[in-house]
């Protein structure tokens, strides 16, 4: 079955790094965009940054700019999120997603904590 599994997350100081990973299983990895999302508590889910299928062309949130780096390793069905600078706007739970057309599925989330 299809499965998005993130780990990575914890807890850091203000101006501490993160990296976050999602194994992906039970798909045809390659060709799907993938995602980050992150939902702050009382706060709707949000994007945070993209990786097209093939990794050539990403895109990012204002609020993230110049700080987090997507990327992806097709070959490990895995696809990163690579968070320097953290701030403590930044808690959140973060998810993975994946999309292709109309197909979509979601990762179980992750816990990010940046202390002031």
């Known amino acids: 079955q299809v499965q998005l599994v993130e780990s990575g997350g914890g807890s850091v100081q203000t101006g501490g790094s993160l990296r976050l990973s999602c194994a992906a299983s039970?798909?045809?990895?390659?060709?799907?965009?993938m995602n980050w999302y992150r939902q702050a508590p009382g706060k709707e889910r949000e994007l945070v940054a993209t990786i097209t299928s093939a990794g050539g062309g990403t895109n990012y949130a204002d609020s993230v700019k110049g700080r987090f780096t997507i990327s992806r390793d097709n070959a490990k069905k895995t696809v990163f999120l690579q968070m320097n600078s953290l701030k403590p706007e930044d808690t959140a739970v973060y998810y993975c997603h994946a999309r292709w057309f109309t197909y979509y599925y979601w990762g179980q989330g992750t816990q990010v904590t940046v202390s002031s």
């Open positions: 039970g798909f045809t990895f390659s060709t799907y965009t």
